[in-house]
């Protein structure tokens, strides 16, 4: 089987909404994600690990914007941020071999 990165990458962006106002919320983002991650089915494990990936994304933005009194923008999550995430994930453990060699080989 293939992944297509990009599509998975798209897919898990779509699920957050343009403007997250973390001065108002500190929890927003972890609210968020949680919410996502009950409407995927728990035997979906490239969502889950997506969704957790794309969280993880937003960690340095969300420190910012926090910083700055601004709101984040969940959408500017560039691909290459997210690549990075799920790869470091798949390589946190031996249980994932199988995921991780087919997400390097597509």
């Not at 343009?18 to 919320?25: F, L």
């Amino acid at each position: 089987m293939t992944i297509d990165k990009n599509a998975l990458f798209e897919a898990t962006k779509a699920l957050w909404p343009q403007i997250v106002r973390v001065s108002d919320n500190s929890n927003a983002t972890n609210e968020i994600y949680q919410a996502n991650e009950k409407a995927v089915p728990q035997g979906d494990d490239w969502r889950q690990l997506a969704l957790w990936a794309f969280h993880q994304a937003l960690g340095v933005p969300e420190k910012r914007a926090v910083a700055k009194g601004l709101p984040l923008y969940p959408h500017e999550v560039a691909f290459d941020e997210f690549d990075t995430r799920m790869r470091a994930n798949l390589n946190g453990a031996d249980c994932w071999s199988d995921e991780r060699a087919e997400y390097e080989s597509s």
